[in-house]
């Protein structure tokens, strides 16, 4: 496990990036952007409470990984959580390739912003295949022996990667509304037709990576 926060920063960035590939994240963001009423307020809000109940997740991870280990040594809980993670990931790499990028159909003229709102939260929760990554990592911050102002920035670092499919498109809207289309359009079109592969690759490997890693650590105990 990390002992410094350089190797920290690099143990848990290949699972923020496996985080980011969330196409059904970009999507969900595109389509509220696409109202023509409140479309920056309800976009605005669907992120922060998106963030907020996704980092809330990971942090309880990172509490579990800090409590569950002493000086950086992995425990039989953090192992078990390696495999179990690894098997999701599989399963979901599986139904990525069966079912390509399926997104359900979303009129955000007729969501209130309230509604808008507890989408955010459900969604956090329901988007398994991005939030299982960001579990793990979070749980290596929780593990790894480093100070704790470290580990908060390690923490952001995650959040800032695993959450860029929500907050960029926003970014990109409030910066250059009258271009937004035209930048995200194509990045859109792509995702839809290839995300579920690109889905299933890194999953597949961040998964096969999680089982080796935990079954690893569990001979080791």
């Not at 920056?40 to 579990?64: D, E, G, P, Q, R």
């Not at 280990?69 to 098997?87: E, F, K, M, N, V």
């Not at 579990?135 to 952001?156: C, Q």
């Not at 907050?167 to 859109?188: C, E, G, K, N, Q």
Request: charged share 10%; net charge positive.
């Amino acid at each position: 496990m990390a002992t410094n926060l350089a190797q920290l920063l690099l143990s848990i960035l290949p699972f923020a990036l496996a985080s980011m590939v969330s196409p059904l994240a970009i999507i969900t963001v595109m389509a509220v952007l696409s109202a023509t009423t409140q479309r920056a307020v309800k976009a605005a809000l669907f992120t922060i409470t998106y963030a907020a109940a996704f980092s809330s997740v990971c942090l309880l991870l990172l509490a579990i990984g800090s409590a569950a280990t002493s000086g950086g040594t992995p425990s039989r809980l953090t192992a078990g959580i390696d495999i179990i993670a690894g098997i999701i990931l599989l399963y979901a790499a599986g139904r990525s390739l069966r079912r390509g990028t399926a997104s359900k159909s979303l009129n955000p003229e007729a969501m209130s912003v309230a509604a808008v709102v507890s989408m955010g939260v459900l969604f956090s929760a329901g988007n398994v295949s991005s939030l299982i990554p960001a579990l793990v990592a979070g749980k290596d911050i929780g593990v790894a022996a480093v100070p704790p102002i470290d580990k908060a920035i390690a923490f952001a670092f995650l959040l800032i990667i695993a959450l860029s499919w929500v907050w960029v498109p926003v970014a990109v809207y409030l910066v250059t509304p009258s271009d937004f289309d035209r930048l995200l359009d194509p990045v859109i079109r792509f995702l839809r037709q290839h995300g579920g592969q690109m889905m299933a690759a890194v999953f597949l490997l961040i998964g096969l990576y999680l089982i080796f890693r935990g079954a690893t650590d569990f001979v080791a105990l």
